[in-house]
């Protein structure tokens, strides 16, 4: 109801309980989204953001986490869409950790005021790495000979068919440190004054969040209900903003993807399981 309206009624007819709304950020973070899962991106989760900060009586935004990471560009562009609407609505941002929020998700953590994580939560991981397999050897062996053809003799670096050059890997390599180093400009701007001096902090370590409340990389523990209760009363509210959802109740992303003939669907359910296998690796990191 309109804050007018509202005041227009006799108080025994109010309610008057703060209600703060709760945007969930889970799963990996990776660009796109298939028809069998959908990623976390900017495109899936801008929705829900401007629905949530768009509520006026709303002191505050709760954003819950729970992402091992993945993309860099994604999780920044995240978290930047999160302190441009904080600013530009004047809102508090309330950050609360659930299983993990490492590398990407604890990128995206850092746009809170305050991040709030579970004793056992993971936090941290705070570096850049990147995978891949090799197959130098698997043509030759199956009789297919390999045909590429480029205008530019770096155009082809980190060929999964050929085997590795140093050249490669260390351009790879400093393509790693400048991503790097802008995620660890994004922790120190943000906690710079809470931060503990240990030198592990950039390796690409993670900790439980009670470890992670020593390093300064969360501000307390605690969880969501609770803490809101504490701080807005006890009468206080939670609500969860969702997106849209499809015929089937699958969230339906900022970008989609069409499916026209069996072909692109055979194409769209490989590249699902590619991503599958992906994001699979990037919890086990963390042992989820």
Do not use: C
Not at 119 to 140: A, D
Not at 158 to 174: A, G, H, N, R, V
């Amino acid at each position: 109801m309109a804050g007018w309206l509202k005041r227009l009624l006799p108080k025994r007819f109010r309610n008057d309980s703060v209600v703060i709304p709760v945007v969930r950020l889970h799963g990996a973070i990776m660009s796109g989204g298939g028809k069998f899962k959908q990623n976390l991106n900017l495109a899936g989760v801008a929705p829900m953001l401007e629905k949530a900060f768009a509520k006026k009586d709303s002191p505050a935004v709760v954003l819950s986490i729970n992402s091992p990471g993945g993309s860099p560009v994604q999780s920044r562009m995240i978290f930047e869409r999160i302190r441009a609407l904080a600013e530009e609505k004047h809102k508090r941002v309330l950050v609360f950790v659930e299983d993990v929020a490492a590398s990407g998700g604890y990128m995206i953590a850092l746009a809170g005021d305050e991040i709030i994580a579970d004793q056992t939560s993971i936090v941290g991981s705070i570096g850049v790495v990147s995978g891949g397999f090799g197959f130098p050897e698997l043509l030759k062996k199956i009789g297919v000979e390999r045909r590429v053809y480029t205008a530019g003799e770096n155009k082809v670096i980190l060929d999964p068919f050929k085997p590795e050059k140093e050249s490669d890997i260390e351009y790879l390599k400093t393509l790693q440190l400048e991503i790097h180093q802008v995620f660890i400009d994004m922790v120190v701007s943000r906690r710079g004054s809470v931060l503990s001096d240990d030198p592990s902090l950039f390796s690409g370590l993670f900790w439980t969040g009670r470890r992670g409340l020593e390093l300064g990389l969360v501000d307390s523990l605690g969880d969501m209900r609770s803490e809101i209760k504490k701080r807005y009363g006890k009468d206080a509210k939670l609500e969860l903003v969702s997106g849209a959802r499809d015929f089937f109740g699958r969230r339906v992303p900022g970008v989609s993807v069409s499916s026209d003939g069996m072909g692109e669907i055979a194409a769209v359910a490989v590249s699902g399981l590619a991503e599958t296998l992906e994001e699979r690796a990037l919890w086990s990191r963390y042992g989820l």
